[in-house]
T-cell receptor, first 120, second 109 residues
Framework: GAVVSQHPSWVICKSGTSVKIECRSL??????MFWYRQFPKQSLMLMAT?????????EQGVEKDKFLINHASLTLSTLTVTSAHPEDSSFYIC????????????????FGPGTRLTVT | KQEVTQIPAALSVPEGENLVLNCSFT??????LQWFRQDPGKGLTSLLL?????REQTSGRLNASLDKSSGRSTLYIAASQPGDSATYLC????????FGEGTQLTVNP
């Protein structure tokens, strides 16, 4: 099946620094990738949608200058949290839309294992 | 704007019991409805995906149904086990994937 990986799985950084999270589709080409954020005891909230080679589309209330998304290839998207603050501490999950065969047309999304970010 | 609601928010049952988790959505124009499982501190595990043209999907002890006209989906878990304890999320796929708040399931041995 389609596999999505994230790196790192967890990261601790100091307030004011930047951190980059990678999301890779391992065995398929993903033209669209999604970034979600999940706070404790809450559901996933979509932050942005990125299409390969295009600028990401951010959801309302998400600061595009703070959460930089780059989708440079069909298998890699990165999320950079700039000038991180403790309130940015969260669980970040990426997702990729399925392969161009059957799954593409069912709009199934495959999810990565998540990255736990703690800002001290 | 799609809204997805899951009932109950939490459920505790004894091992071996059959149970039903409910999911409702406000916009019936969906491509599919997915059920996920999430263990504490972990990512999502896809359980079942029901395409908009389908009525149900089955995998092992899990059965999910979809009624687009009424905006409802149910996840049926047969003969529950302690290992089934997790949070179950449903998500409706339209222009974007919209998640419910989840049902936290505890199966007691």
């Amino acid at each position: 099946g389609a596999v999505v990986s994230q790196h790192p799985s967890w990261v601790i950084c100091k307030s004011g620094t930047s951190v980059k999270i990678e999301c890779r589709s391992l065995d398929f080409q993903a033209t669209t990738m999604f970034w979600y954020r999940q706070f404790p005891k809450q559901s996933l909230m979509l932050m942005a949608t990125s299409n390969e080679g295009s600028k990401a589309t951010y959801e309302q209330g998400v600061e595009k200058d703070k959460f930089l998304i780059n989708h440079a290839s069909l298998t890699l998207s990165t999320l950079t949290v700039t000038s991180a603050h403790p309130e940015d501490s969260s669980f970040y999950i990426c997702s990729a839309r399925g392969p161009r065969d059957y799954s593409f047309w069912t709009y199934e999304q495959y999810f990565g294992p998540g990255t736990r970010l703690t800002v001290t | 704007k799609q809204e997805v609601t899951q009932i109950p928010a939490a459920l505790s049952v004894p091992e071996g019991e059959n149970l039903v988790l409910n999911c409702s959505f406000t916009d019936s124009a969906i491509y599919n409805l997915q059920w996920f499982r999430q263990d504490p501190g972990k990512g999502l595990t896809s359980l079942l995906l029901i395409q908009s043209s389908q009525r149900e999907q089955t995998s092992g002890r899990l059965n999910a149904s979809l009624d687009k006209s009424s905006g409802r989906s149910t996840l049926y878990i047969a003969a529950s086990q302690p290992g089934d304890s997790a949070t179950y999320l449903c998500a409706a796929s339209g222009s974007r994937l919209t998640f419910g708040e989840g049902t936290q399931l505890t199966v007691n041995p």
